[in-house]
């Protein structure tokens, strides 16, 4: 493994270390320094270099496979993705049926009957369906178009009910602190992971911060306006437009004439969108906002999206919840209870 491999993490930060981990192998895929058919270092290498444990290393690698990015070669290694791996990448379900086969072949070898294990497959579904029944997260945000599209558009499996709530409602609402009170989850950001915290001391184990990208598609669209270009941004709220311009920012795009608004009278907007040959319009706002551009003026939607991994921890987080939830009830219940391995 290189000696002078850039990779460095921030071991401060909120953001988790598999995280980090996974964006950076990404970083230097996409960029180049780590080229397409390369073999990377293994889990056990590259956890000493960071100083990290291997299952924080290989939570990351699984994940970037699951992505098409690496793939791992039996008795050679891990390998950046070439074009035909990208190729032959399963679909999701070949790749269910892969697991299946064998799960069923070691049942076979132990003993059990085909109808066995159909009988006890099915029990173990309806156990999870169950586990995940009427289970609330309150999703805390400072910005309502985000708040709602979250609440929408995040899945997390049968009966998971997603609550919105604003951060400045928390601060200023009793009724809004009773709603995350009865939540069995606390979801936010990581911007607002340390003040959600202290608004809820009591939760500390119940609190979850999770990462936002924007979508690339959104990103592109925006590099690829000629230098100069004049644009509109419009937005519900002051704090969803210096997102989105921070990530413009990061995004290395900087010559841009963008203006903002955070207006709902239309008649104000449209006379704002004069002159305008794009307009960066956030989710909430953009039936709206279509109906009020010219022909010819482009109109790229801003979305973020939770990062993957970050919904696949919550995914874990929401059934490990409900097993820690459901041992205490059964210690509760008194000793005439059997507590099994409810996962």
């Not at 230097?28 to 924080?56: C, D, F, H, M």
Request: charged letters at 30%; hydrophobic letters at 40%.
């Amino acid at each position: 493994m290189e000696k002078d491999l850039p990779f460095e993490l921030e071991r401060k930060g909120g953001l988790p270390i598999y995280l980090q981990v996974k964006r950076k192998i990404n970083y230097l895929i996409s960029s180049g320094y780590w080229k397409k058919g390369q073999r990377l270092p293994t889990e056990r290498e590259l956890a000493a270099r960071l100083g990290v444990s291997r299952n924080t290393i290989s939570l990351a690698y699984r994940q970037l496979e699951a992505e098409g990015l690496i793939t791992s070669r039996q008795g050679r290694g891990t390998f950046v993705a070439e074009a035909d791996d990208m190729l032959r990448l399963e679909n999701k379900r070949e790749r269910l049926c892969r697991i299946i086969d064998v799960a069923l072949e070691d049942a076979l070898s132990i003993g059990v009957t085909l109808d066995e294990f159909l009988t006890v497959a099915s029990q173990r579904v309806e156990e999870r369906r169950q586990m995940l029944s009427e289970v609330r997260i309150a999703f805390i945000e400072c910005n309502k178009e985000q708040l709602d599209y979250f609440a929408k558009e995040l899945e997390l499996g049968t009966g998971v009910r997603v609550l919105p709530v604003l951060i400045d409602d928390l601060r200023n609402s009793k009724g809004s602190h009773e709603v995350v009170d009865k939540a069995d989850l606390i979801v936010t950001t990581f911007f607002h992971l340390d003040e959600v915290r202290a608004l809820f001391p009591d939760r500390g184990e119940d609190i979850l911060g999770i990462a936002l990208d924007p979508v690339m598609e959104s990103i592109v669209k925006i590099a690829r306006l000629p230098q100069g270009t004049k644009v509109l941004l419009v937005c519900i709220s002051e704090a969803f437009a210096e997102r989105v311009q921070k990530s413009i920012e990061l995004a290395g795009i900087t010559e841009l004439d963008i203006e903002v608004s955070t207006e709902r009278d239309l008649p104000s907007i449209q006379k704002r969108l004069q002159g305008k040959q794009a307009v960066i319009v956030s989710p909430g706002r953009l039936k709206e906002v279509a109906s009020l551009v010219k022909r010819g003026t482009q109109i790229i939607e801003f979305i973020y999206k939770p990062d993957a991994g970050s919904v696949n921890l919550l995914r874990s987080s929401v059934l490990e919840h409900k097993k820690r939830n459901l041992r205490q009830e059964a210690i509760k219940s008194g000793p005439q209870v059997a507590v099994g391995d409810q996962g």
